[in-house]
């Protein structure tokens, strides 16, 4: 019964062990060498796949239980489109798949509306997109869609073609349904709960958007959907530039230390030990004076006697 599946309390203890394992791990592919590197990196695959896994069920539970809401905010069009470019462009790039990307150039930069979810989705539909495409390309468009440009809103739609395995008619129907996985026989090789569109329809409709799809079996599919948002600032995003391409490093599965900060002061505070032995791990190379505090009482004691200039806290 997914609508009485954790509570936030209980989905944050599943998912805190699993990312406490990733982050010893991430530790542990920073020091290790040779084959060891590459059983950590199998370690990492498999771990960020679990979690997925996890995120699914829950968001799914959330949604069917209410309690999902969409939080509006300012945000940067450009800065979204740039991180799942980056994202989803490495990941083609894996399979050995082209990865374009189009985008409309009078369409605003600055918009208000639900960042989070609007990334959600578009990861979800682009993810798929690579996952059943074995060769050829993927081509992701952002456009203003047909009601256009109003005095304070604009309608986005979005646009994901693939020359994938596409869907025959007669499950075109169960696309959207949870905990449906299509073509067995074809995808059975594929990883997934079943869940990615299903939650990514429910968002869309929270979004008070549209989402549809054309496809022909053996030749590709076509996703495509728009949402509307508030317009910020109506300076035009103009030639869409992509920036920040993956590094030869981080294709070779090496790390690199951005910044280093030895005299900043910072405190982590979390009840968790081995939480507390990851963050204070990964921020070892950045020389940053790390303290630590298991609780509330040790942190207002610590946080008296020193200054910091950052504080960790977990919020649960």
Excluded at 144 to 153: Q, R, W, Y
Excluded at 174 to 191: A, G, T, V
Excluded at 251 to 270: E, M, N, Q, W, Y
């Amino acid at each position: 019964d997914l609508h009485s599946f954790p509570t936030r309390r209980s989905s944050d203890l599943i998912r805190t062990p699993l990312n406490a394992i990733l982050g010893m791990n991430e530790m542990i592919m920073r020091q290790a060498q040779g084959s060891m590197k590459k059983y950590a990196f199998n370690i990492k695959s498999a771990g960020e796949t679990l979690l997925a896994i996890i995120n699914d069920i829950l968001d799914f539970s959330k949604i069917e239980s209410g309690k999902m809401e969409i939080v509006p905010a300012n945000y940067s069009l450009s800065s979204v489109l740039n991180d799942i470019y980056n994202m989803i462009s490495y990941k083609a790039k894996q399979k050995g798949l082209e990865f374009n990307i189009n985008v409309s150039p009078t369409i605003p930069d600055s918009l208000h509306g639900d960042e989070v979810r609007l990334r959600q989705i578009l990861v979800n539909i682009l993810n798929n997109a690579v996952k059943y495409t074995p060769k050829g390309s993927v081509t992701f468009t952002v456009q203003a869609g047909d009601s256009g440009i109003s005095d304070e809103a604009l309608e986005l739609e979005f646009i994901c073609q693939d020359t994938g395995l596409g869907i025959r008619d007669e499950d075109k129907k169960r696309l959207f349904s949870k905990f449906q996985r299509l073509d067995m026989k074809r995808n059975r090789n594929i990883e997934g709960t079943g869940l990615g569109l299903a939650i990514t329809t429910s968002l869309v409709q929270m979004m008070k958007g549209s989402i549809a799809v054309e496809s022909t079996y053996g030749e590709g599919s076509c996703f495509s959907f728009s949402v509307r948002q508030t317009v910020s600032d109506w300076e035009e995003i103009g030639t869409y530039q992509i920036s920040g391409e993956v590094s030869e490093a981080r294709k070779r599965g090496k790390t690199h230390t951005s910044f280093i900060a030895p005299t900043a002061r910072v405190l982590i505070v979390d009840d968790a030990p081995m939480n507390l032995t990851v963050i204070a791990g990964l921020l070892k190379r950045t020389q940053i004076q790390v303290e630590t505090a298991s609780g509330g009482k040790e942190a207002i004691l610590k946080f008296g006697a020193y200054d910091y200039d950052l504080v960790f806290l977990d919020h649960r």
